[in-house]
């Protein structure tokens, strides 16, 4: 079935070291999105791809970096997480239109833990 | 940036009982979605409202979009314990990227048997 894995789906960081969360899709959606989801509130977006070009949002912090390396995969990386940065990491991807949204599919998750 | 403000936060029905979640925008909306996410699970696409005025149905639900696409309901009728979640409105400002959604705050529902 086509759909959008991450991995791993637990992952425990001591603060400051580094953490890179992966995401990959079967869907072959050209658009690929990284929320964070904290306990109780809304997934914020925290930036997206439309192919390789890269879109952050105004907000995110710059310890909040990604890479899309080809259609499939897209990683998220934090460089030095945090306390605060404890969270539901979310993937998700859609088709794109440039004047019309479409659904976003979602990953099951990864549930970061800072230590 | 785009606020879509969601209400309520919570709510507690009896199983059979109807249940209404609300959305509102101060500015224009493109569109709007629905998602509904377990508990520890992820958010799942539940429809899309494109037109002012537009209603939706899907079995016990029934999604709105108001004429001046600025607001959005979403009524279950008849609740049942599957119900149970959190439910989101996203929308797409008509002035931002058709990219970006921009999340409710969500209403958990808590459906008592």
């Known amino acids: 079935d086509a759909m959008v894995i991450q991995n791993p789906r637990y992952q425990v960081t001591q603060f400051g070291k580094p953490v890179t969360l992966s995401c990959s899709q079967t869907?072959?959606?050209?658009?690929m999105y990284w929320y964070q989801q904290k306990s109780s509130q809304a997934p914020k977006l925290l930036f997206h791809y439309y192919d390789k070009d890269f879109n952050n949002e105004a907000d995110t912090p710059d310890n909040f970096q990604s890479r899309r390396p080809n259609t499939s995969f897209c990683f998220l990386d934090i460089r030095s997480p945090g306390l605060g940065d404890a969270a539901m990491y979310l993937c998700?991807?859609?088709?794109?239109?440039?004047?019309?949204?479409?659904?976003?599919?979602f990953g099951p998750g990864t549930r970061l833990t800072v230590t | 940036g785009q606020q879509v403000m969601q209400i309520p936060q919570y709510q507690h029905v009896q199983e059979g009982e109807d249940f209404t979640t609300y959305c509102n925008s101060s500015t224009t909306l493109s569109n709007i979605q629905w998602y509904k996410q377990r508990p520890g699970g992820h958010p799942v696409f539940l429809i899309q409202l494109v037109k002012s005025g537009e209603v939706k149905k899907q079995k016990r639900l029934t999604f709105q979009f108001g004429e001046a696409k600025k607001n959005s309901s979403l009524h279950i009728t008849a609740t049942q314990t599957t119900d149970v979640g959190t439910y989101f409105c996203a929308a797409t400002s008509s002035s931002g990227s058709a990219r970006q959604l921009t999340f409710g705050s969500g209403t958990q529902l808590t459906v008592l048997p």
């Open positions: 869907l072959n959606h050209n658009v």
């Open positions: 998700a991807t859609s088709r794109d239109h440039t004047a019309y949204s479409y659904e976003q599919y």
